[in-house]
């Protein structure tokens, strides 16, 4: 049972002073003052030290992170790749139009869960190679349908017959390509002691419609951990 602080504390015998606060602590010996007054402040700290946040400024770097691949691997990782995809052949065509590309999918190999950044990769790639002035990727949401149209899957591409019937749906709806992308995440772990090295590749991957051949482009970043 929970007792009401104001009616446990003595009233004053009439005409009896009651006594400030000041004047209770001036009771107290200055060891116990002092000892009052710490606890107070950390109280004050503890209610005023909970989680917090901020947007960060364009012109500041990324969190490295601790114990996986974030923010800084993953931009690193892309902007090289796409870099390097721009100096392969197939960015030579001749052709003032943009080569088209259907995105098909991020394979994750490496030995950690992408999690939210899954989609946040896709989706970065994307961007870069739409950026990169040379090639256009069309909507994710014509890829899906193709494919689920076709009942096939991102491998099965690889085979001339069905790489035709996947194309010929999105022609049908006046998406063209000229390549099939594919991307995959792959890392490689050594330890010694309390040091860990994770290497991380990311390689993208340009299937020509019309021949089959393929161009590969990697980028890759090491990262240590310590424990």
């Not at 993953?74 to 995105?103: M, Y």
């Not at 709806?173 to 590749?201: C, H, I, K, W």
């Amino acid at each position: 049972m929970i007792r009401d602080e104001r009616h446990c504390r003595r009233k004053p015998i009439h005409g009896e002073r009651s006594t400030t606060m000041s004047e209770t602590l001036a009771l107290i010996s200055p060891p116990r003052r002092l000892a009052a007054l710490v606890l107070g402040l950390l109280a004050v700290g503890a209610a005023c030290g909970g989680p917090t946040g901020r947007v960060k400024s364009d012109d500041e770097q990324d969190l490295t992170g601790t114990t996986r691949a974030g923010a800084e691997t993953f931009n690193r990782l892309i902007q090289e790749s796409v870099d390097n995809l721009l100096q392969k052949p197939s960015a030579q065509k001749s052709g003032a139009d943009r080569l088209k590309i259907a995105f098909l999918e991020l394979e994750n190999r490496s030995a950690e869960e992408l999690v939210d950044w899954r989609d946040t990769v896709r989706q970065r790639i994307d961007e870069s190679v739409n950026r990169s002035g040379r090639y256009r990727n069309i909507s994710d949401r014509f890829v899906r349908a193709a494919l689920q149209e076709t009942s096939l899957r991102p491998d099965d591409l690889y085979l001339p017959e069905k790489r035709r019937r996947f194309l010929k749906v999105l022609e049908a709806n006046g998406n063209p390509v000229d390549f099939l992308m594919y991307a995959s995440l792959n890392s490689g772990t050594t330890s010694a002691g309390r040091e860990t090295q994770r290497d991380y590749l990311l390689t993208l991957e340009l299937v020509d419609v019309e021949t089959g051949e393929s161009e590969k482009v990697n980028a890759d970043v090491r990262k240590e951990y310590l424990r």
